[in-house]
């Protein structure tokens, strides 16, 4: 018994000292890391490189570095004092503010649509430009906008994630499912100014009114 407590003893010494080294070991790695970050904030200082620490990306202005910084950290010190929401940065509050002033700033100078951000107003202007810079690899169709882009690629992919809720048949684009959908409700939007006629495609729609303008088909 006397020699079954004595190994208890050593073993439970044994996995003491184990722990130390350990929680020494860790106590100097933080310690070399911390010397790390602190000798390449001296190195920033000296040389003016203004890059972060978290992952690296370099930055030619200290206010842009202390803007980025706020995505690892999480702050977010400016607040929308109407709905709460809270934001990283002064410029994504005021762009947020729009929703509830109702402000739309920017304007088309083709159409004079109006639009509360620019990204909106160069999304639409693709419109009258018929830019489109955003090619898909796989069959090299062309897009406007990234969406439409994103949205085209779940064909390529097979993905069918809009489901009829009336019949079960799927399909990779929403607007396909709104098509769909009114065979069920028979719906038909689209009116022929001519005669009256109505339809609930929008190309079917288009090809009877080129019979009547004389276009061809």
């Given at each position: 018994m006397k020699k079954s407590a004595?190994?208890?003893?050593n073993l439970t010494a044994a996995f003491l000292q184990c722990s130390s080294l350990i929680a020494t070991g860790a106590t100097q790695t933080e310690a070399i890391k911390t010397d790390r970050q602190q000798v390449?904030?001296?190195i920033q200082i000296h040389t003016g490189k203004k890059c972060c620490l978290e992952c690296g990306k370099q930055f030619t202005q200290k206010c842009d570095l202390n803007k980025h910084m706020k995505i690892h950290?999480?702050?977010?010190?400016y607040c929308c004092h109407d709905c709460g929401k809270s934001f990283s940065t002064r410029s994504s509050l005021h762009n947020h503010r729009v929703i509830h002033t109702g402000q739309k700033p920017h304007c088309c100078p083709e159409c004079g649509k109006s639009f509360s951000h620019i990204g909106n107003l160069q999304r639409h202007r693709t419109i009258h430009t018929g830019e489109k810079p955003h090619c898909c690899s796989e069959c090299g169709k062309s897009f406007s906008t990234s969406g439409n882009l994103q949205r085209h690629r779940s064909i390529h992919e097979g993905n069918k994630p809009h489901c009829c809720p009336e019949c079960g048949k799927s399909f990779s684009q929403r607007y396909s499912l709104k098509r769909h959908r009114r065979i069920h409700t028979g719906e038909k939007p689209y009116c022929c100014q001519d005669c009256g006629k109505q339809f609930s495609?929008?190309?079917t729609f288009k090809k009877h009114t080129q019979m009547h303008t004389g276009e061809k088909l």
């Open positions: 004595s190994g208890s003893e390449e904030k001296e950290t999480g702050e977010k010190p495609d929008k190309r």
